[in-house]
């Protein structure tokens, strides 16, 4: 093998191990990014998880104010999606 052939070899395997060095950055710099954008709904999942079971001895101690509550919370949720299409038309 010459010496110019062994310079080009190196200089191809410099260039392969910036190009991972710079991938493995992009990398990190997107799962942090990702980590930061998603931070709230990791904590919102957390309390639901957390409470889930104070509202595991609510669902047995008054289970019609339970459904009541579903009934609400779908009755409102549909509302929103409705007002959303309308203002969304407009």
Not at 30 to 38: G, M, N
Request: net charge positive; proline share 1%.
């Amino acid at each position: 093998m010459t010496i110019s052939k062994q310079k080009h070899d190196k200089q191809q395997i410099q260039l392969l191990l910036d190009t991972v060095r710079q991938q493995r950055l992009d990398l990190s710099a997107s799962c942090h990014d990702f980590l930061q954008r998603t931070a709230q709904y990791d904590r919102c999942w957390l309390t639901f998880l957390n409470m889930k079971r104070y509202l595991t001895i609510w669902l047995i101690l008054s289970p019609n104010r339970f459904l009541r509550l579903i009934k609400r919370g779908f009755g409102v949720w549909s509302t929103w999606r409705m007002l959303k299409k309308v203002l969304q038309q407009r």
